[in-house]
């Protein structure tokens, strides 16, 4: 009963920025936490960026580059990216653990949105 769908994916050169969105939509009683993580091709999954409460932590390589946010209101979350580099080329995914009910907290995923950094 909880879809998340991420958008704000594209091309954009390599010093670009771009700004990724997650909305959550369904029977959410609250979100715990929320991520993005991303999977380049013939690589595995990895975090990017998390956020929990009032922490948040990175992947050391996007580390003062990208910044995650959250709007609770909302059930969204955001992953702003500034000084893209071809690397970055990825499908980005969001992930959030959601409490369904009072007893009950589950996982999703989006289904990724796509990052294309030229040089």
């Known amino acids: 009963q909880v879809q998340l769908v991420e958008s704000g994916g594209g091309l954009v050169q390599a010093g670009g920025s771009l700004r990724l969105s997650c909305a959550a939509s369904g029977s959410i009683f609250s979100i715990n936490a929320m991520g993005w993580y991303r999977q380049a091709p013939g690589k595995p999954r990895e975090l990017v960026a998390a956020t929990s409460g009032g922490s948040t932590n990175y992947a050391d390589s996007v580390k003062g580059r990208f910044t995650i946010s959250r709007n609770n209101a909302k059930n969204m979350a955001y992953l702003q990216m500034n000084s893209l580099k071809p690397e970055n080329t990825a499908v980005y995914y969001c992930?959030?653990?959601?409490?369904?009910?009072?007893?009950?907290?589950?996982?999703?995923w989006g289904k990724g949105t796509l990052v294309t950094v030229s040089s």
């Open positions: 992930n959030a653990d959601v409490r369904i009910s009072l007893l009950t907290t589950r996982v999703y």
